[in-house]
Each structure stands twice: as structure tokens, then as C-alpha cells.
């Protein structure tokens, strides 16, 4: 085997080592940039710098249907899920002409991440028959048909800022 490949194969299988060493690390959110460099250089002028967070959405797990005496479905049939997350963050910083005077250049707005609670909706039916009765030789009888919509819940507190800053 040439010293070459043989320095490829130490290469490869320390990359491999290091890679199955390192352990996995869950992620609150991917930060994102917007690329304006390009532009920047092709107008030779200063573009505004923004950047920012997605985060990812963590499902919680749902409230199962619960069954009731003298109802044919449980209650709950379509169960609530909940989720919760970040409020997604941004970072803003643009230029402006200096109409302050000289000190303030910049307007600066930043959004900070914040807890994100959520359930969905859920559903409540019955149907429109009663509980088998002994009275009636194990017949149901029938009555109105039931249907009630569980609301949604979203929470959060979110918070910006917004300022003039210095240039760079």
C-alpha cells in the first residue's frame, strides 16, 4: 500500500472515530443569516444586517380519550396535543442618514426568544344513541347528538427592543 493511501485511510477512519465519539446535541433552534455581502459590494454601500433564530417545535404527548359511563364515545375523542417551542428571535441593524447628528448612524431592532406554549384544538362527540337500557330489552333510544370544539392555547410572552445605535 503507497504512503498515500495509507495517510487517505488514517485520515478517513480518524474523521469516523471523531464523528461517532462526539455525541449528538439536540438543537433549541437554527440560526439563520441573511447573506447581503454581495449586494453590499456590488452597490458599495452598507446593507442592513439581519439575522435571526427558527426554533423547533418539540410535540408534547396528547390527553387519550377518556371513556364516561353512559356515553357510546369517549369524551375526547379527537384528544388535545400540546407543543411548545421558542418564539422566533431577529437582529436587526440598518443604516440610517445621520439625521440625529453624528453620534446616531444605526436603528437596531431585536426580538429575544421566549417560551412558546401551544395545544391544538380537540373534539368532544356522542353519539345520538343512548347507552344500551334493560328497561328497553338492552335497546338503545335516541337522543340528540352532542359535539363540543376544546379551544386552542397559545402562550407566550414576547419582548422586543428598538433603538438608534452608533456605526460600526
Partial sequence: M???TRGTLAAVVTCVAAAVATP??????????????GVEHSLDMEMPKVGGT???IKPGSPDGPRYVEGRLLPDRAV????????????DLRTPLPR??????????????????????PGASLDAP???????????PAPKLPEAGLLAPVLQAA?????GLAPGL
Avoid: I, Y
Fill in 79 to 90: 384528544p388535545q396535543v400540546p407543543f411548545s417551542s421558542d418564539t422566533p428571535s431577529l
Fill in 129 to 139: 344513541l343512548t347507552a344500551p337500557r334493560a328497561d328497553a330489552l338492552g335497546l
Fill in 158 to 162: 414576547p419582548e422586543a427592543s428598538l
Fill in 2 to 4: 503507497k504512503s498515500t
Fill in 54 to 56: 427558527v426554533p423547533l
Fill in 99 to 120: 439625521v440625529l447628528g453624528e453620534s446616531f448612524d444605526h436603528l437596531t431592532a431585536t426580538t429575544a426568544a421566549s417560551d412558546l406554549h401551544a395545544v391544538t
Fill in 24 to 37: 449528538a446535541v439536540a438543537a433549541d433552534g437554527v440560526p439563520v443569516a441573511v447573506p447581503l455581502n
